[in-house]
């Protein structure tokens, strides 16, 4: 079964600093990975997605993230944090044709410090 | 431009009482879902509809119903609230069920059950 772990469940950095968030999966095939983001009240956002070619993504409000098959990994990151940032941010991993089959992980929540 | 719209966007029911979660999407996506969201656990399928006409059970379904009453509206019933179901709850929809088509989420319904 596919699983997706994000081991950090908050992380706290200044506006201005760097930001990478962790993403681990386990999938048997080629997945599909994603980040979403969640604001406070609102539903969740799509900031990135991954589905094949180039392991580095762009997506959304600066965010990238890179897919390392080798660690089963796909972390977010971006170069300079601002105080609009501050959310709930998830990882998932899916298999190509089902949507009803993506598998969210319990996210990690982001603070920005002034 | 709406998007996706649920009401209530907050709910107090007593154990065994009955109610409907509406959700209505303005994209003309052809599938439909909902989740829910507990703190730790990132969000779980309950029911999706692939298409109108058709309905399928997710991850949790236990305790629910659903109805896709139009290619643009669909319903999640509880027909008998248990304080196991406080949660929040998500609709979401997609042109289509594969994960090429990014999910678009509401806003959330915020359920207790006391």
């Known amino acids: 079964a596919q699983s997706v772990t994000q081991p950090d469940i908050h992380i706290t950095v200044s506006e201005g600093a760097s930001l990478e968030l962790r993403c681990n999966y386990s999938?048997?095939?080629?997945?599909?990975l994603f980040w979403y983001v969640q604001s406070p009240g609102q539903g969740l956002q799509l900031l990135l997605k991954?589905?094949?070619?180039?392991?580095l993504v762009q997506g959304i409000k600066g965010f990238e993230a890179e897919f390392k098959r080798s660690q089963s990994s796909f972390n977010l990151r971006k170069p300079s944090v601002h105080w609009s940032d501050a959310a709930e941010y998830f990882c998932?991993?899916?298999?190509?044709?089902?949507?009803?089959?993506?598998?969210f992980g319990s996210g990690t929540q982001l603070t920005v410090l002034p | 431009n709406a998007g996706v719209t649920q009401t209530p966007k907050f709910q107090v029911l007593k154990t065994g009482q009955s109610m409907t979660l509406q959700c209505a999407q303005d994209?003309?996506?052809?599938?439909m879902y909902w989740y829910r969201q507990d703190p730790g656990m990132g969000l779980r399928l309950i029911y999706y509809?692939?298409?109108?006409?058709?309905?399928d059970k997710g991850e949790v379904p236990n305790g629910y119903n659903v109805s896709r009453l139009n290619k643009r509206e669909f319903s999640l019933r509880l027909e008998s609230a248990a304080p196991s179901q406080t949660s929040v709850y998500f609709c979401?929809?997609?042109?289509?069920?594969?994960?090429?088509?990014?999910?678009?989420f509401g806003n959330g319904t915020r359920l207790t059950v006391t």
């Open positions: 998932a991993v899916g298999a190509q044709g089902s949507a009803r089959q993506l598998t």
């Open positions: 979401a929809s997609s042109a289509s069920q594969g994960n090429n088509s990014p999910l678009h």
């Open positions: 509809s692939a298409s109108e006409g058709t309905t």
């Open positions: 991954y589905f094949s070619g180039d392991t």
């Open positions: 999938y048997g095939a080629t997945p599909y």
């Open positions: 994209m003309n996506h052809n599938s």
